[in-house]
């Protein structure tokens, strides 16, 4: 059966079916470790292999979140990313793509996950992300802080080619110029530390969930099921996922 015959089900066997189907591609939570139900799936994320945490001790969304869409939708994607991850940069596309695709029925939420160990650059370029959601409110031509920040972070992962290869020092001031940001308030905000706890804490609570690479994210239902992704899956295999959240109640 066809992925696309398969999501035009709609009897209780279409449900079974479809995790059936996302098995393959997804970690499964059982209320206790998480393990890998098929080994070799596309895209594996970078970083450590075998993820293990409890997706409870997930942080809970809130405005302080960069969230694209509708912050009630129904289905919401978690998304620990690296700037520097190749596979993010893939997975970036794949969720502009859900958003676009799913309007006001799923939400987008962006958290960070630089890996230090790998990307010596992810870590100020997450405080770069924030530095421009700095820069954005009510009064600004940017539009809300929300708005900034998703506007550096789509011209990042479409412009720069990841795993280290960036010069930043010229690139950063880049984007920022690119989207309208003030370049010395931009500067200073990149040396003041003033968003390193919350990269942190976002760091911290990837790892909590079970996230050993990236990208790592979270499905969360309308009831707070919670499914995990892991990877860069293809936007089929997303869109299976998704369409089985919505149908949980």
Known sequence: ???????????????????????????????????????????????????????????????????????????????????????????????????????????????????????????????????????????????TSNDAFWRYADRWFELTPSNDKTDIATVLPQIAKEIGLDGSAFATCLKSGKFDAHIEDNVQNAQATGGNGTPWSIVVTQSGKKYPLSGAQPYASVKQLIDLALQEK
Request: include cysteine; charge should be negative; proline fraction near 10%.
């Open 1 to 143: 059966m066809t992925p696309e015959k398969l999501t035009q089900l709609s009897t209780p066997f279409s449900v079974l079916a479809a995790g059936i189907l996302i098995a393959g591609a997804v970690l499964w939570n059982n209320g206790g470790p998480n393990t890998q139900v098929a080994a070799g799936m596309p895209n594996q994320p970078q970083g450590a292999p075998q993820p293990s945490g409890d997706l409870e001790a997930m942080s809970p969304i809130t405005d302080d979140d960069h969230i694209r869409g509708n912050p009630n939708a129904p289905v919401k994607i978690v998304e620990y990313s690296d700037t520097e991850c190749p596979f993010c940069k893939a997975f970036h596309a794949t969720l502009q793509k859900a958003a676009q695709e799913y309007g006001n029925d799923v939400a987008w939420v962006y958290r960070h996950f630089p890996l230090d160990q790998l990307h010596s650059k992810a870590r100020k370029e997450a405080v770069a992300l924030e530095c421009a959601t700095d820069q954005g409110g009510p009064s600004s031509p940017l539009g």
